[in-house]
């Protein structure tokens, strides 16, 4: 069983930075792919920022330039480190990790993006 723990979300006025972090139960390159998602009111969950096969990233267009994904193998670590934030990057932002074709969600860290 993979458990997932994000932490680092908050209320940030727009044009601020956050940091999320979400640390794995086990070694973060065991899995297929680890990342980041978004889920605003109303809205379907959406891809923010991937780990894909191995060191490959993937970002949704709306975040690139803006965001950054990286990890730590050492502390079984990803983050996401938000700048230039905008009121519609607010949502849940959620973990996650795929391994042997399952998927595990963490339990969502809220980001409030508003002056």
């Known amino acids: 069983q993979v458990q997932l723990v994000e932490s680092g979300g908050g209320l940030v006025q727009p044009g601020g930075s956050l940091r999320l972090s979400c640390a794995a139960s086990?070694?973060?390159?065991?899995?297929?792919?680890m990342g980041w998602y978004c889920q605003a009111p109303g809205k379907q969950r959406e891809l923010v920022a991937t780990?894909?096969?191995?060191?490959?990233?993937n970002y949704a267009d709306s975040v690139k330039g803006r965001f950054t994904i990286s990890r730590d193998g050492a502390k079984n670590t990803v983050y996401l480190q938000m700048n230039s934030l905008k009121p519609e990057d607010t949502a849940v932002y959620y973990c996650?990790?795929?391994?042997?074709?399952?998927?595990?969600w963490g339990q969502g860290t809220q980001v409030t993006v508003s002056s």
């Open positions: 086990g070694s973060i390159f065991s899995f297929t792919a």
């Open positions: 996650n990790a795929e391994i042997y074709g399952r998927r595990y």
């Open positions: 780990f894909t096969s191995g060191s490959k990233t």
